[in-house]
């Protein structure tokens, strides 16, 4: 039976004890888990200006997640109820097919500087690209440092876009996130490719739509595995892959099918300490680059199975920004097994697809309020006012009544408190 077995029954102490010996975690990080302790103001106090204190979300586990062969325990920061729920239940169906695969060839970011003025855009990119390995040359030179860890400036490419010619600089960021990489080497850039053109630089930028750090997860699930009614685990099946489509062709379904997608991607990149607005900034546009929005996973029918693929920018880092200042994060990295950030990348975006499917299966059989508003109820009895002890009794009844608001917490619990007097 598996450590796992019964997690989401055991104490925090247990489930923080059971977590460290499975994915042997440093006594620094147990100690991080089981003190809870909030930033002290010497490092919250230097990330951001005008500190008044720590702002605390909920640290989850899901506990098994199956990537490659590999096994992994993901941390989640959300506050939304039925996430971590949902991506459990979800990893744990497609681990019994094999679990996830991924693909990732290539982690660049890229960097525009935009020209302006430019008197002859064709002479212009003709003169810039006939000088780009001196440019790449400058442009490391303004971050040695990259390049002495096996990174660097690789590529210029330059294109025109209406009044704009727009000279991008692709570069190999390693570890990093790559913002101060790319921005000093763009600078570093600037007037020359400016004067290269004879015109101005506008400004000169990274970009978040990292479309040179592509990763696809995937999964193959048998659709008997679905349902134990043949039957009705093939209308689940081809149900779930016309949600799946009805996300390709209407924006208003899209743009709610990838907010499920990142209910999980959001909650791994934020307990990671990376940029989640970046991250979703790029995933958006990707969306888009065709000309409609559209879901950014596919889920089809091949012959007995189910397949789901998402393929999705992702300029993940482990290391630069805020990653080694909070000790949360370095928990989180501890516990995923202090992957490097093409694995972590690839752990991400398996993590996007498995919160996929479990929101379309539960959208196409019971529906997703089931699921959200059971946990849902524990969050509304605790705003009532119950008390620990109170708080299954009041979700209980609140779920079996007609409404299922804050009102009618209200009104259970001053019942149940009036009735416990009585006795």
């Known amino acids: 039976m598996s450590l796992f077995s019964g997690f989401y029954k055991k104490t925090r102490e247990e489930r923080i004890a059971i977590t460290a010996d499975s994915r042997q975690l440093s006594k620094q990080s147990k100690d991080t888990l089981l003190g809870d ?42 506050e939304e109820p ?23 060839s290539e982690r660049l970011m890229i960097g525009q500087v935009a020209l302006y003025d430019v008197p002859d855009m064709a002479k212009a990119q003709e003169a810039i690209l006939a000088q780009e390995d001196e440019i790449l040359v400058h442009a490391n030179n303004a971050h ?34 790559g913002a101060n990489i790319l921005n000093n080497m763009l600078e570093a850039i600037k007037e020359e490719v400016a004067d290269l053109a004879q015109g101005k630089a506008l400004m000169a930028i990274l970009s978040n739509y990292a479309t040179e750090s592509l990763v696809t997860a995937s999964c193959r699930i048998p659709i008997k595995q679905l349902h134990i009614e043949p039957h009705i685990a093939l209308e689940i099946a081809q149900n779930l892959a016309r949600a799946s489509q009805l996300a390709q062709v209407d924006p208003y379904r899209a743009a709610t099918h990838n907010k499920g997608i990142f209910n999980g991607i959001d909650a791994l990149v934020l307990a990671t300490g990376n940029d989640w607005r970046a991250i979703e900034a790029g995933a958006h546009a990707y969306a888009s680059k065709d000309g409609a929005y559209r879901g950014l996973s596919i889920w089809k029918i091949d012959h007995n199975d189910l397949v789901g693929q998402l393929t999705i920018p992702l300029p993940i880092a482990t290391v630069g920004g805020s990653i080694g200042l909070n000790p949360k994060v370095q928990a989180a990295f501890d516990i995923l097994g202090q992957p490097k950030a093409k694995t972590l990348a690839a752990i991400i975006a398996a993590v996007g697809l498995c919160q996929n499917f479990a929101a379309l299966r539960a959208l196409v059989t019971s529906g997703i309020q089931q699921g959200h508003m059971k946990l849902h109820a524990k969050t509304l009895a605790m705003l009532a006012g119950a008390l620990e002890h109170e708080i299954d009794q009041v979700a209980l009844l609140l779920r079996q009544a007609p409404h299922t608001n804050l009102e009618t917490a209200h009104a259970i619990l001053a019942k149940i408190r009036t009735e416990t007097k009585e006795e």
């Open 144 to 177: 040695p440092s990259i390049v002495e860890r096996g990174g660097g400036a690789r590529q210029l490419t330059v294109e025109q876009k209406e009044d704009f010619l727009i000279v991008y600089l692709h570069v190999d960021v390693q570890e990093a996130m």
């Open 82 to 104: 039925s996430v971590v729920a949902a991506c459990s239940f979800g990893a744990k169906m497609i681990a019994k097919a094999g679990g996830f695969t991924s693909q990732i």
């Open 37 to 78: 302790h909030n930033l002290p103001e010497a490092i919250a106090g230097k990330m951001a200006e005008n500190h008044l204190g720590t702002f605390a979300l909920p640290f989850s586990l899901v506990p098994q997640l199956i990537l490659d062969g590999i096994e992994y325990s993901i941390p989640m920061v959300t």
